[in-house]
């Protein structure tokens, strides 16, 4: 199984609420990443978890506060979001190896607008 | 400069066509190169990884990594309009899981 899910797939949100984005794999990959994409963009890094321990931030806002509660699941918390933080958002895996290199696989995406 | 330059087109070929899509990059460290093809509005789909220099080759694709030029390309033979997407190329080096991705190039390939 080389598949990457994510949930919802499209999410509509006002500046006060909050809400979370979830991703799972079941690869037995034990980094997962983060993505922010706008329109005609590439993808950007937000967070890297490395062994359910954050590896890299991406000098993020504090308004989006990421979570690994296990080796398959990552989570992306949202609060108080701006309209400009309306984008699709990446979650990927890859599999840790000591020689490195980042063949990532990506899931679907969530759609967020903030409105 | 940008560490990894990629043309985004648009790029539109008639089907059956060869293309051909290259990006170059100026950090000689990088060592996985990868190519992504990403549909509108879905994620980002491994196409090809390779590791070093060299050729690999998979069905109607193949990737080339020149290391000396710091240079590599994605071609694809026989074209189909399925083929119509944005194709990414990322590359990465040894130890790190940062990707670096080029901006894209938006193929059309018209029936």
């Known amino acids: 199984d080389t598949e990457v899910t994510q949930t919802p797939k499209h999410l509509v949100m006002g500046m006060t609420n909050k809400k979370s984005l979830k991703c799972e794999q079941h690869?037995?990959?034990?980094?997962m990443y983060w993505y922010k994409q706008k329109a005609k963009k590439p993808p950007e890094l937000m967070f890297v978890y490395s062994y359910e321990k954050l590896s890299i931030n991406e000098s993020v806002p504090s308004r989006f506060s990421p979570e690994c509660p296990n080796s398959s699941l990552l989570n992306l918390h949202l609060h108080a979001l701006q309209p400009e933080d309306s984008a699709l958002y990446l979650c990927a895996s890859s599999q840790e190896t000591l020689a490195g290199g980042s063949e990532q696989f990506f899931g679907p995406g969530t759609r967020l607008t903030v409105l | 400069q940008k560490e990894v330059e990629q043309d985004p087109g648009p790029l539109s070929v008639p089907e059956g066509a060869i293309v051909s899509l290259n990006c170059t990059y100026s950090?000689?460290?990088?060592?996985?190169f990868m190519w992504y093809r990403q549909y509108s509005r879905k994620g980002p789909e491994l196409l090809m990884y390779t590791y070093s220099s060299g050729n690999k080759e998979d069905g109607r694709f193949t990737a080339q990594v020149d290391k000396s030029s710091k240079y590599i390309s994605l071609f694809i033979r026989d074209s189909q309009p399925s083929d119509s997407a944005t194709y990414l190329c990322a590359m990465s080096r040894a130890g790190g899981f940062k990707t670096i991705f080029g901006a894209g190039t938006r193929l059309f390939v018209k029936a």
């Open positions: 950090n000689s460290a990088f060592q996985y």
């Open positions: 690869m037995g990959h034990r980094a």
